[in-house]
Every structure is written in C-alpha cells, then in structure tokens.
C-alpha cells in the first residue's frame, strides 16, 4: 500500500557520473540488487550516517571516507551489519574489487548496505556482481539503481532537479529506498543525490547535513532507527556554476535552496511509501519555545501506537492527542494554551474541545488519505514539521512475515 | 485476547474498608461503572499518579490530598481529562458529594476517573451513583468494584496475600484496572490496594512509590502513558501488627516485601491483560553501568514496533534487537560485547549471532505465549526487569474502533 506515491520519472544524467546495476544474487533472485556509481576525477562526497550505535560495517567505511570520491557500491538483500571483523573485512573487499577496476584508492570508494541484519556477506558474489555492474555502467542509469537498492519498498522513488547557481544553470538527481524502520536522525534509508556543481569536500559535509535537516531528518514510519542508513551527496563539479567555497553565503545558499525539493521530495516519498501506510500525515507544531520541543511533541505523536491506529481509522481522537503531548517532556508546558487543529478543523483551543467543534468535519478530513495535523503550544514562535504514516493491519502484516 | 490471564479469586476484605458500586450509567449501559472505598478513620493514603501533562483533573486533586483517607471515588468511562476548570469543578463536586455521605472533609475523599478524554462528567449520574453506591457498601465489595474500574480490559484483576509484621499476621488486597496506553511512570491504570498495616501518611506515601518501582513502573503496552493513571495504597491501621514509623528499617521493609508480591502480580496481570496481547514477554537487562540505563535498553526493545511485530510472528530477529539496543541512547555503547539470550537459547554473543546458533530452537521459544528475552550488554553489573506484550493486528484493531 502506498500512498499517493508519484511514479518516477526518468532521472537525469549528472554529468560526471555513471550508473551500473546488476543481478548479484545477494538475497533476492533475479532482481537487480546492487549498483556502483562511477564518479570522474574531482568529485567529492558529503554523508550523514545512522545514530544507531550498532552501525554496519559499510557506515562505518564510508563515514571515514568523505571527501574526494570516485566510487559508490551499494547492494540490497544483506545489511552487512552485526557483523565484526568479518563484516568490516567484506565491506573493505568490496570496495577495494571496485577501486581496482577504476583505478583509484579503496579509500575513494563508499560501501553501502540494506537488508538482512546478522548475516555476512556473500562476498564472491559481491565481486562479481561489482564487475559486471561496472561494465554496464551509463550516465542514465539511475532509474535502474533506483530499482536496485529496494528492500521492502513498494517501488523506485527518484526525482531530477534543475536550478541556478548565479547565472548558471546546474542539476540534481537522486534517489531513495527505505519504508520501514525509518525515523529521524538517519534511520533505515540510503539516500544518494548527486549534483553536478563543484564545491570542495567540507562544504559537501555541510551541505548534506543541511539537506537532511530539512528532509530526511523530518519523518518517521514507526521510530525504529536502523543500523545502516546512510545519505550520500556526490558533487562532480561538472556545471559550469561557478564553485561554492564556503559554508555559507549566496551561493551555498542557492545550491542550498536548489536542491532541497529533491531530497524533501525523497523524503515524502519514503513516508508515501511507508510499511503498511494508508495515510500521509503532516504533523506541523508551532508556538514552542524552541524547534527542539516542537519536534520532541511531533515525534511523539508520529511515533504514538495510539495516534497511529486512530489515523488509520480517520478518528480523530483528541483524547489521545493529549495524551501524546503531554507525555512529550515538556515539564513547564502550560496545557490550557494548547491548541489541536486537522486540516481546516478547529478540534481543540486552550486544552478543551474547540466551540462549535464538528466531530463529522474532523472525521472526514480523517478519513483522506492525506491531513495535516496542526499543535499549537501556545508558548513562543518556534515551529516544525515532520512527516509520517499511520498504523495499519498491514504494517503488522509486513513486519511480522519480514526478515529485517 | 489475554496471556495466561488467571482468573480473579474472591478477594479478602480488609479490616476497616467497605467497598461498594453502582451502576451509573456513565457511559457504558447495564454494568457497574461507578466505585467507592470507604475508610474508617484513622486511614492514610500513598499514590503515585501519572508523569503526563494532560494530568485529568481528578489526579490533579487526589495528588494534593494524599494523608489522612477517608474515601475514594472512582468511575470508569469517563476520564475527564482535558476538561479545565468545568472538570475540575466536577471532580470537587463528585468527591464532595461523598464526604457529605460520609460526614468527613472533602480533602480526605480522593477522585479517581478513566475512560473517555475530553468530555465532561456527567454530574448528576456520578452523584445519583455515588448514592448508590455508598448504601452497598460492605467489606467484601473488592470483587465487584474490581469489575466497575474496567474499561478495554477483558476480564477483572485483583489479588490479596497476607504476610508478617514481626510476629503478627498483616494483609493486603489490591484491584487494577489498564490495558492499552500503559507505560512506565504510571500510565493508563488504576489501582487500589489497601493493607490493614498501621502507618503514617509520610510512610504511606513512600512505600506507594516503592512499590509501584517494582511493578507499575516497570510494564509497558505500547508506550503511551494517559492522563490519568493512579495508584493508592491505603493503610488502615487495624492489624495488630506494630506500626510503620520509618521510611525504612526491618518492619518497613517487611510490609514492602509483602506487599510487594500482590502490584507485582496486578502489574503483570495488566500486561496479560494487553489490548491485543497474544505474548506476554519479559525483557531482562543485565551488564549494564546502572540500572537507569538498563531500563533505557528494555524500554526501547519493549516499544519497538519491530520487535513487537516480530514477537506477534515468533520470529527470532536478531536483527531488530541489533537496532533497538543500539538506538537505546548509551553513546559509548560496545556492540562488540553485547548478548542475547531468548530463554535458553543463545542468539547472540559479543555483538554477533552466536556459534551454534539454532534458529528453530529460538522461534520454538518464541511462540510460545510466553517468553524471556535477556540482553546483556557487557559493561556493569546493573541489571533490570520489565514486561510487556506483542503488536498484534488485535491491537490495531482494538485502538482503530476504541475512543479513548
């Protein structure tokens, strides 16, 4: 299930990278299930990895490996994850087999996992998926990566973007996979986007951590967090633009502006493309005293089991709202000012039930597959705004026939 | 559905306690729905009341009137939470009500409410049944009240035990009431046990907090906690045991131990009791640097949606343990030390599945409907106990049509 996920167009080519897949037979049979990116000489990569203590091997790599880059494996079906020394090893073999073949240092190439956790590597099928992935790889490969990287995904998420940088024009692609176990803080998505403007290795780092504050960092499935997600940006340098040297300014500010539709997109279609979803929620909380505890109260009514079923029911339950909030840790919170809007629907103002409340109203907004829950806390200006699912039969469903 | 649910045996009076019900019609039509306990003076009262917020308006007042007791009121149905000033008011006018039948103090007669937030208290019918109520009143009430504080639960939880002060014989009965939004910090139950031990209302109130440390504070459902959670120990004084002058010494410790094995069993009857539970598990941490942290671990694996679907299924994920411990929030966590354990089976040794591993020995554990899970994290020797039950499509269910 799905919802109201877009179809993916045919990404664009970044100029400066090449796509390869192939059928490696990690896990899954006859389906594409690992892909390289081939990255031309003066590239260089940002990343924001996992939180999660029990990182995989190949997060581990690749968090040492940010800078300049010339090479990106990631395969599906095997996490590569609780894993030791062996798991270490493999994901080292691994990208040495592709630097080899390009003719780089092992250390200019980022190994990425998503699957089964536990279990090692096959690594002899690995190298020999790496190779003829790298023989086939093309500029406009990205559809077929995106296809590549899908564990329980329902379907390939991608999006191309164009914009400018001064009076140049410059690009991004990029694409996503991930549907459950995801929340903030990099939880269990691979995300890769590449641009094709020239920025150095620092202002790579920075730029992909603003990124994801804005994207990736905002939504939630069920508030697991994996041990393996990872978001890489690859900047090639390619465009014409002229380069961002720094951290800040007008011009890192345009690349900035210019590439977060894509990786919000991407996050929004993770979130569409949730286990089990049946509704896109946009939790938004304002009037905090800070973004932090706007987020605290978002988090926990995305990740409330309560809230959840009743989103997948259309019940809009202020009962449980409450509850939600006022268990969100905010000690001082005043709860006479709070106030609770679905949609257009006034459903609470000062603590108590709205005047002229419509519990109909309320319940057909609901019972879209789309809505937009407003708090307000009454108590400053700060604001946020997260997105998740609900809580379905079929989450369960999923969850409880798959090997994570 | 329940776990292994016992049933409720007839419940001992205690000396100095009448318990009667009524059937209010509050909300629920044809079953008792309304309690009162009625002390005789001399009583005192302990609780220990809910972390949430949203905190209803009879905790607000029950919490300011812990001490001398004379009197408790409670319904089901109606939680009258997130009701301002009105509900607050009601709660006044409810427990006032019974002190005139009573002929004591307002502030010796404590309120309690659960079911329904956000709608006003119907006040006519709580005082029509608080009448009612009051003119049954008898000494082996307990059974019957244990019925009348149920809301989602499938079946009444009550227990008594009888235990030594010294050389004298003391006795303790206790009801509870709980099956979904329960967590630690004293979420959605109520509960009421009284003894006949004689104590002061400081004792009283240290040992309510002793105790729910080693029973209400240590389940969890599905990570909400409501707003109206209460728990009340209330000491009669008419056993010829000594009485309890100390927060602490031999006797103390003797009517902690002894009580001690009755909110145990209410909190773990509440688990079994879970909406949807078909698995009723026990999450052990040990090898921890303090228990705080322990309790960190055990409660993330208890709210992981991903392990409680994998336990609905029996499935054995290793994987999904991985990811919980490692997002517990102990930063300097070694993964490399860490253990599991599911009964007698060894899943995982030094942070990798373990030699010998047998994969159908450890689902056979686990669909059983009962089951331990033991991490040992490696690093200390704190060590922590929690309970908690499955993600089942029941629950979905159950949360998707119930309106808190």
Redesign the interface.
């Known amino acids: 299930m799905t919802v109201n996920l877009p179809p993916t167009m045919p990404l664009r080519p970044i100029d400066g990278i090449r796509v390869g897949t192939a059928i490696a037979h990690i896990r899954y049979k006859d389906r594409p299930d690992l892909a390289v990116f081939l990255c031309d000489e003066g590239s260089v990569v940002g990343g924001v990895f996992t939180?999660?203590?029990?990182?995989a091997a190949p997060v581990l790599l690749s968090q040492s490996r940010l800078g300049n880059v010339r090479g990106v494996v990631v395969n599906s079906g095997n996490?590569n994850?609780?894993?030791?020394d062996r798991g270490f090893n493999d994901a080292r073999a691994s990208s040495h087999h592709l630097a080899d073949l390009i003719g780089c240092y092992e250390s200019q190439v980022l190994p990425c996992s998503t699957g089964?956790?536990?279990?090692f590597l096959p690594i002899d099928r690995m190298r020999d998926g790496i190779d003829r992935a790298y023989s086939c790889a093309k500029p406009d490969g990205w559809n077929e990566a995106a296809q590549a990287i899908l564990t329980t995904d329902t379907a390939p998420k991608g999006l191309s973007a164009s914009f400018r940088v001064g009076t140049h024009e410059a690009h991004a692609t990029g694409i996503v996979k991930g549907s459950?176990?995801v929340r903030p803080d990099m939880a269990t998505l691979l995300a890769f986007v590449a641009t094709d403007v020239r920025m150095s290795g620092g202002v790579a780092k920075k730029l992909a951590w603003d990124l994801a504050e804005r994207s990736f960092n905002r939504l939630t499935i069920?508030?697991?967090?994996?041990?393996n997600d990872s978001f890489l940006l690859i900047a090639t340098g390619r465009s014409a633009a002229p380069a961002i040297e720094h951290e800040e300014g007008d011009r890192y500010e345009q690349v900035l502006e210019g590439i977060t539709p894509v990786v919000r997109e991407l996050a929004i279609r993770t979130v569409r493309d949730g286990e089990g979803a049946t509704k896109f929620i946009t939790i938004k909380v304002a009037g905090g005293r800070t973004e932090r505890e706007c987020l605290q109260v978002a988090y926990t009514i995305a990740?409330?089991?309560?809230i959840k079923?009743?989103a997948?029911?259309g019940?809009p339950?202020?009962?449980?709202f409450?509850?939600?909030?006022?268990?969100?840790g905010?000690?001082d919170?005043d709860?006479?000012r709070v106030s609770l809007d679905i949609d257009d629907v006034a459903i609470?103002r000062?603590?108590?039930?709205a005047e002229n409340y419509c519990e109909e109203s309320a319940a057909q907004e609901m019972s879209e597959p789309e809505f937009v829950v407003l708090v307000d806390l009454g108590r400053g200006s700060a604001n946020t705004e997260i997105w998740t699912s609900d809580?379905?039969?079929d989450?369960?469903?999923i969850?409880?026939?798959y090997?994570?």
């Open positions: 939180q999660n203590r029990f990182k996490a994850a609780a894993t030791g089964v956790i536990g279990e459950g176990m069920d508030g697991d967090t994996s041990t990740h409330s089991p309560l079923t009743a997948f029911a019940d339950n202020w009962g449980r409450c509850m939600a909030i006022g268990r969100a905010i000690d919170l709860v006479s609470a000062n603590g108590l039930v809580l379905s039969y989450y369960v469903k969850n409880a026939e090997r994570t």
